[in-house]
């Protein structure tokens, strides 16, 4: 069956070529279908396109569906194109007449946005939770280890004094800025396109803000025209804060790399944790972070795909919008992973003390050798040129680290303040489950007492 049939059979390969991958990903929203329906039905009512007892007998249609979903056994059947169809299928055969007006006032395309966007919205949340609670192990570990020295590197050689507080602290408040992309990527994907139909809206009397209100939309998307080009647009913005919390994560993930490797031994891991090699003995690899690494980095090639895949259409629906799908659900699946994984690593990360101590790392105390000399009243450049003369003939002598009090160094890390930040820029997620909606939009039929 396919919803714009009308008298001639379609051919079974065409068929299968445009439906492509949609059997499979339109799975992963169909609750967000079956609530979009749920809402855009109780429109209807107000609207007057349907009675109360057709309205009525479609949600308690639409809930059994959801109940089906939640059980894992909703199937969208061989020959049915996608959700949209299964859904307005399941409905007509229980129904009959009344479950063949779902459709009314409303097209696929802007179904579909509302699908994606519901969808979005909740892996939004559940990303941000995620995201907080690495941010919270990161800055517990930088409290931790705050006394810990580190050498701190640029051009990959050791540079300055740093320590594992502002280390572990620097990723924390990496992904406080990641959040603020996050928030962003979730305010332009709230706002609600449904009654925008195809693209140039209904002649039907549709209120539009009542479902904006309905499925919880900050607001309604006005122009219907631009509803259509949004699809695109959303998974940019929504790829784009991806792609910061994954470069997050792969940065981070080399530093571990580099600081377990033999010649470093900065950080280590329990043998469970690490794996080995089939022919060297000696072997404890990174796998763990070298996978981060890679599919991270994989991760922040989605913007560039959707840049090509949106960036020529004309305006309007073009069927090529449908491979978006695919993309931003395997996306969302592997950033979660990522995190899960990474903070399973972190919570049993192992550091080694002591690290600054090797003569090695003498000369990372000669910016403050230098620094020493100025606060004597020794203009900069002179400080410098006696501290590196030192260095040269090898007569530099490390003193204990001391000094750093400015917000953000080794001696003043500003966790708190910077938890602060975070908890302010956290505040645009909320997290209302798909069963909650579901609770709320049955209070509308009307035998439910
Ligand atoms: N499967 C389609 C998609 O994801 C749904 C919209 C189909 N609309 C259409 N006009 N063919 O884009």
């Given amino acids: 069956?396919?919803?714009?049939?009308?008298?001639?059979?379609?051919?079974?390969?065409?068929?299968?070529?445009?439906?492509?991958?949609?059997?499979?990903?339109?799975?992963?929203?169909?609750?967000?279908?079956?609530?979009?329906?749920?809402?855009?039905?109780?429109?209807?009512?107000?609207?007057?396109?349907?009675?109360?007892?057709?309205?009525?007998?479609?949600?308690?249609?639409?809930?059994?569906?959801?109940?089906?979903?939640?059980?894992?056994?909703?199937?969208?059947?061989?020959?049915?194109?996608?959700?949209?169809?299964q859904i307005e299928k399941d409905m007509s055969l229980v129904l009959g007449p009344a479950g063949k007006k779902i459709h009314t006032g409303r097209s696929r395309n802007d179904q579909v946005l509302v699908d994606i966007r519901l969808y979005m919205r909740e892996e939004i949340d559940t990303l941000a939770m995620q995201v907080q609670m690495l941010f919270t192990k990161l800055q517990e570990l930088s409290e931790r280890h705050s006394e810990i020295l580190l050498p701190g590197y640029t051009h990959m050689q050791s540079a300055m004094v740093s320590s594992f507080g502002l280390w572990f602290g620097s990723w924390a408040e990496c992904l406080a800025d990641d959040i603020v992309m996050l928030a962003a990527a979730r305010a332009v994907n709230n706002q609600n396109p449904l009654g925008t139909a195809a693209g140039y809206g209904t002649t039907l009397p549709i209120d539009r803000k009542m479902t904006s209100e309905l499925l919880g939309f900050d607001n309604t998307l006005y122009n219907s025209a631009y509803a259509g080009v949004s699809r695109g647009k959303i998974e940019m913005?929504?790829?784009?804060a991806l792609a910061s919390i994954a470069q997050t994560l792969s940065r981070f993930s080399m530093d571990i790399c580099i600081y377990m490797s033999s010649e470093y031994k900065f950080v280590d891991f329990p043998d469970e944790l690490v794996t080995g090699s089939s022919i060297m003995p000696q072997k404890r690899n990174p796998d763990v972070f070298e996978l981060i690494r890679g599919r991270c980095n994989l991760i922040?090639?989605?913007?560039?795909?959707?840049?090509?895949?949106?960036?020529?259409?004309?305006?309007?629906?073009?069927?090529?919008?449908?491979?978006?799908?695919?993309?931003?659900?395997?996306?969302?699946?592997?950033?979660?992973?990522?995190?899960?994984?990474?903070?399973?690593?972190?919570?049993?990360?192992?550091?080694?003390?002591?690290?600054?101590?090797?003569?090695?790392?003498?000369?990372?105390?000669?910016?403050?050798?230098?620094?020493?000399?100025?606060?004597?009243?020794?203009?900069?450049?002179?400080?410098?040129?006696?501290?590196?003369?030192?260095?040269?003939?090898?007569?530099?002598?490390?003193?204990?680290?001391?000094?750093?009090?400015?917000?953000?160094?080794?001696?003043?890390?500003?966790?708190?303040?910077?938890?602060?930040?975070?908890?302010?820029?956290?505040?645009?997620?909320?997290?209302?489950?798909?069963?909650?909606?579901?609770?709320?939009?049955?209070?509308?039929?009307?035998?439910?007492?």
Wanted: aromatic share 8%.
């Fill in 1 to 85: 069956m396919k919803l714009w049939e009308k008298g001639t059979n379609p051919e079974p390969v065409i068929i299968e070529f445009t439906a492509g991958m949609d059997r499979q990903t339109d799975l992963v929203f169909a609750k967000w279908d079956i609530i979009g329906s749920m809402a855009h039905v109780i429109m209807l009512q107000s609207a007057g396109l349907v009675s109360a007892d057709e309205k009525t007998k479609m949600l308690h249609s639409l809930r059994s569906l959801f109940k089906l979903d939640e059980k894992g056994e909703l199937v969208i059947e061989d020959g049915v194109e996608d959700i949209h169809s």
């Fill in 237 to 240: 913005a929504t790829a784009s």
């Fill in 300 to 449: 922040q090639t989605l913007s560039g795909q959707v840049a090509i895949l949106a960036g020529n259409l004309q305006s309007g629906y073009n069927r090529d919008l449908q491979l978006l799908k695919k993309l931003i659900f395997d996306a969302f699946r592997e950033v979660k992973e990522c995190i899960s994984v990474m903070l399973m690593m972190i919570n049993n990360i192992r550091i080694r003390e002591n690290i600054t101590e090797s003569a090695t790392y003498n000369a990372i105390f000669s910016t403050e050798a230098a620094n020493r000399l100025v606060k004597q009243g020794v203009p900069f450049r002179d400080a410098y040129k006696t501290v590196s003369e030192m260095v040269k003939n090898t007569s530099f002598q490390k003193t204990a680290p001391s000094d750093y009090t400015h917000e953000g160094s080794i001696g003043n890390l500003c966790n708190k303040e910077i938890a602060l930040l975070f908890e302010t820029r956290m505040k645009p997620f909320k997290n209302t489950s798909a069963q909650e909606f579901v609770n709320k939009l049955m209070e509308h039929a009307d035998d439910v007492n």
